[in-house]
């Protein structure tokens, strides 16, 4: 027993250093369960609806009623996904219904923080590990989406882990990166999170191929980009069959180009509520409907065909996608935001001296500096990670990918800051970076 302790090595102080931070990874996530279960206890229900929440409860009445090739419109038009995930839940009980969704939807966020933050923890990019816990796990809007009937945060979990994997990969010595299994879980993430949001099908494929493109070799390259979007299809390959069965319509949603022509028009500005007259859209034979695909293509066209108004449309829907959730700049369908149930500046705005102070110039000048100060905590976090070279140049570009595609397809759609929250999880990471940057030359000066 004696030789056993000799021989046992001393603990360092860098392990201890590892053992504390570690220990923080863990407590921040489950503290923040632990509010979020305080909560949901005592809210009716157990939870909120989100922004589409009755869509999706008509959708779940259509699969509890008619089985899973229910021919519900809400399945067809919006995708069926994520009333398919919450579907078992109704069929166990239908009252307690919203506090199973709430516990599953907040245990699998504080798993995916933990996942994520531990995978970089085990890096040269530890120093994030602790800020960007606390960051994700606390954050008003990330977090307590959770504890609604929504899309939005469960989507942000799924790329978490995504990134969170892709990340234990890069960490690796060898040249070839990721193998087939990383890759394959990789797809699978992204295909749950394409599952409830199809948008993410693009984003997808994008971020495996980067993904792909780190591992050495170019026929192992291409076979394992074809592993990750085999993985990455086999979900939303689903939904096609589902609606190809329930309603002949070998598609995912049939919503895409109501979507896209909101957002576009000589008069409107890309947001939800749109201004002026819809572009004009005629239908392929005369006396039928317009399907969704020729709607698209019409708005393809509208956008080809007017430059400028196009980027002047691309201008007001970025600042929709990054504008404050509450305020005279915002703009979006948050309107259901659990976080505005105890924001100050949403209870501020109860006494009419603070509402014209906060929607008057005075609230517009500090939601412009809020908007334009998380914009350029972004990129400065981006640049200094990219800067490092190595797995910091990689960590950059693989979670700043989903965020611009984000982004991107925002401008091709509407301009929403709700499209944003999906991928906080990965902006928060680069923002973080940024502010402690800064606080490191900060510090230098001082």
Not at 107 to 121: D, G
Request: hydrophobic letters at 50%.
């Amino acid at each position: 027993m004696a030789k056993q302790i000799k021989n046992k090595k001393p603990i360092t102080q860098a392990n201890k250093a590892d053992i504390k931070i570690h220990r923080y990874l863990i407590a921040f996530p489950v503290i923040a369960l632990m509010i979020k279960m305080i909560v949901m206890l005592n809210v009716q229900a157990g939870g909120w609806n989100g922004a589409d929440g009755e869509n999706y409860l008509n959708g779940v009445d259509g699969l509890l009623n008619q089985g899973f090739f229910s021919n519900e419109e809400k399945l067809t038009y919006w995708p069926a996904g994520y009333p398919l995930l919450i579907w078992p839940f109704a069929a166990i009980s239908i009252t307690k219904f919203v506090y199973m969704l709430s516990v599953i939807q907040s245990l699998f966020f504080a798993y995916s923080t933990y996942f994520l933050t531990k995978s970089l923890s085990k890096t040269r990019l530890s120093f994030l590990a602790f800020t960007v816990s606390f960051f994700i796990s606390f954050n008003p809007t990330l977090s307590l989406g959770s504890l609604t009937i929504a899309y939005e945060t469960p989507v942000a979990s799924c790329l978490m882990m995504a990134l969170g994997i892709a990340i234990a990969a890069l960490n690796k010595e060898s040249e070839t990166k990721f193998g087939a299994r990383q890759i394959a879980f990789i797809g699978l993430w992204f295909g749950l999170a394409s599952f409830m949001q199809p948008r993410f099908i693009l984003v997808a494929a994008i971020f495996i191929g980067v993904c792909a493109l780190y591992s050495a070799g170019r026929k192992y390259q291409i076979k394992l980009a074809a592993i990750g979007i085999i993985a990455l299809m086999l979900l939303p390959a689903l939904l096609i069959f589902r609606n190809a069965e329930a309603v002949g319509k070998a598609t995912i949603s049939t919503n895409l180009g109501v979507t896209m022509n909101l957002g576009v028009g000589e008069e409107t500005l890309g947001q939800y509520n749109r201004i002026g007259p819809a572009i004009k859209c005629d239908p392929s034979m005369p006396g039928s409907s317009v399907s969704d695909n020729q709607l698209v293509a019409c708005v393809l066209k509208w956008y080809a065909t007017h430059p400028i108004k196009t980027a002047k449309l691309a201008f007001h829907k970025s600042l929709y996608f990054w504008s404050p959730w509450s305020g005279p700049v915002a703009e979006g369908t948050t309107g259901r935001n659990p976080w505005f149930k105890i924001s100050p500046v949403q209870n501020m705005q109860k006494t009419t001296t603070a509402f014209n102070l906060i929607q008057g110039n005075f609230g517009k000048t500090i939601s412009y500096i809020w908007l334009l100060g998380q914009l350029a905590l972004l990129f400065y976090g981006f640049l200094t990670l990219y800067k490092r070279e190595g797995l910091g140049k990689n960590v950059a570009v693989l979670a700043a990918t989903p965020v611009l595609l984000a982004w991107l397809i925002t401008l091709g759609t509407i301009g929403d800051h709700r499209f944003r929250i999906p991928t906080m999880g990965l902006s928060l990471l680069l923002q973080v970076a940024g502010i402690l940057a800064i606080r490191d030359r900060t510090t230098k000066v001082l």
